[in-house]
Nanobody, 125 residues
Framework: QVQLVESGGGLVQAGGSLRLSCAAS?????MAWFRQAPGKEREFVGA????????YYLDSVKGRFTISRDNAKNTVYLQMNSLKPEDTAVYYC?????????????????????WGQGTQVTVSA
């Protein structure tokens, strides 16, 4: 069992930046970030491979969001720049991929076993 704890959310104006962190209680392998806005399904944001060499992103966040990790700290980060009101959501990190680290697999929430409690990101216009 792995516990994940997200932090770093908050309220920011459009165009601003936030950095989310996800601390794991144990070593993790591939990890991902998802988000869920009110009334919408949970949406894949991005994922990072075990060694950080492979990254995937949602098209709408490419060039604005960057995922990184520090394996010594069992922590993954989501740097979010040029934030837009449509980025407003609860952001979750996920670990425990039950499948191959390919885009078709990782974008599905049910592929991931462990989830954090989420952190709210609100972007005002």
């Amino acid at each position: 069992q792995v516990q994940l704890v997200e932090s770093g959310g908050g309220l920011v104006q459009a165009g601003g930046s936030l950095r989310l962190s996800c601390a794991a209680s144990a070593r993790t392998y591939a990890m991902a970030w998802f988000r869920q806005a009110p009334g919408k399904e949970r949406e894949f944001v991005g994922a990072i491979s075990t060694n950080g060499g492979i990254l995937y992103y949602l098209d709408s966040v490419k060039g604005r969001f960057t995922i990184s990790r520090d394996n010594a700290k069992n922590t993954v980060y989501l740097q979010m720049n040029s934030l837009k009101p449509e980025d407003t959501a609860v952001y979750y990190c996920a670990a425990g991929l039950a499948g191959t680290f390919v885009r078709a697999v990782i974008v599905t929430p049910t592929t991931w076993t462990y989830w954090g409690q989420g952190t709210q990101v609100t972007v005002s216009a």
